[in-house]
Nanobody
Framework: QVQLVESGGGLVQPGGSLRLSCAASGFTFDDHAIGWFRQAPGKEREGVTCISRSDGSTYYADSVKGRFTISRDNAKNTVYLQMNSLKPEDTAVYYC???????????????WGQGTQVTVSS
């Protein structure tokens, strides 16, 4: 019954924007930190951003600082990733993940979504 479902991906032009959503169910959402990861074709999974369960502290990979914003709405059990000024190198499958420990490391996360495709291309 534990689910994390990403949505909002699609095809956008360079410089465009997308907002991804991660809807959670089956666990105590507000007790978990949430991370966004991405994996491009032929590349390993990398961390993009994460948000704490306690005070909403956020952390970003250098590659997305100033362009991406993570937020959470505990009342809706949903995390958002606002993606602005998108670049072709942002093209990847984006995954949300939940864990009890605030961490940049993927292995610390217990639950994973199925991913949503983001393609940035002219």
């Amino acid at each position: 019954q534990v689910q994390l479902v990403e949505s909002g991906g699609g095809l956008v032009q360079p410089g465009g924007s997308l907002r991804l959503s991660c809807a959670a169910s089956g666990f105590t959402f507000d007790d978990h930190a949430i991370g966004w990861f991405r994996q491009a074709p032929g590349k390993e999974r990398e961390g993009v951003t994460c948000i704490s369960r306690s005070d909403g502290s956020t952390y970003y990979a250098d590659s997305v600082k100033g362009r991406f914003t993570i937020s959470r709405d505990n009342a809706k059990n949903t995390v958002y990733l606002q993606m602005n000024s998108l670049k072709p190198e942002d093209t990847a499958v984006y995954y949300c993940a939940a864990g009890l420990v605030l961490s940049w490391d993927a292995y610390e996360y217990d639950y994973w979504g199925q991913g949503t495709q983001v393609t940035v291309s002219s």
